[in-house]
């Protein structure tokens, strides 16, 4: 299995621009995960879905942030207008599973520097 | 809010040494779960743990999950550089479908 893909890998942007980041999650796997990293918030979840539903977007920031699922097997993060302080690591992840005590399944992230 | 704590947030070592890291909280979590990630690439699942007290051992690394369910450790036996990354300790609360991260410790191994 290939695991979870993300692309692009580094993304650089001028302020105001949108960014769409997506993700790839592993085959049979319902249940997919958007989180960012940074040195001053750590690991934080931002939305994740179901079955292509999403569940809980209560960790999106703004109103800037979208996320969409339109199958199993591709998610979107979309940032519009972009703003410097979105520079950060998003990691997309992929369960299979009910249950949080299940292994998730991170991809390599995508590292957006916003200028 | 269920908030983890880590500690230390950076550990440097030599290699061959012994480290301990520590993830705290007030809430009690139905399981716990250890993540290492190197850089430039995500965090990768070294242990679940489930049962208040339980102990589970992966070669040199010793989990361990507070009796109340509230704090677990890492025991690094003989650290190597391998071992060096970010640790981070996820928990879940009972019937949750989703994991709340620690700030994680950064630990560095030197040869």
């Known amino acids: 299995d290939a695991g979870v893909i993300q692309s692009p890998r580094h993304e650089v942007t001028e302020m105001g621009q949108e960014v769409t980041l997506r993700c790839k999650p592993i085959?049979?796997?319902?249940?997919l995960f958007w989180y960012r990293q940074t040195m001053m918030r750590g690991l934080e979840l931002l939305i994740y879905f179901n079955n292509n539903v999403p569940i809980d977007d209560s960790g999106m920031p703004e109103d800037r942030f979208s996320a969409k699922m339109p199958n199993a097997s591709f998610s979107t993060l979309k940032i519009q207008p972009s703003e410097p302080r979105d520079s950060a690591v998003y990691f997309c992840?992929?369960?299979?599973?009910?249950?949080?005590?299940?292994?998730?399944?991170f991809g390599p992230g995508t590292r957006l520097t916003v200028t | 809010t269920q908030l983890l704590e880590q500690s230390p947030q950076f550990l440097s070592i030599q290699e061959g040494e012994n480290l301990t890291v520590y993830c705290n909280s007030s809430?009690?979590?139905?399981?716990l779960q250890w993540y290492r990630q190197e850089p430039g690439e995500g965090p990768v699942l070294l242990v679940t743990v489930v049962t208040g007290g339980e102990v589970k051992k992966l070669k040199r690394l010793t989990f361990q999950f507070g009796d109340a369910r509230k704090d677990s450790s890492l025991h690094i036996t003989a650290a190597q550089p391998g071992d060096t990354g970010l640790y981070l300790c996820?928990?879940?609360?009972?019937?949750?479908?989703?994991?709340?991260f620690g700030g994680g410790t950064r630990v560095l191994v030197k040869p």
């Open positions: 085959s049979g796997h319902d249940y």
């Open positions: 992840a992929s369960r299979r599973g009910l249950l949080a005590s299940y292994e998730q399944y």
């Open positions: 996820a928990g879940a609360v009972a019937a949750g479908n989703k994991l709340t």
């Open positions: 809430s009690v979590f139905s399981s």
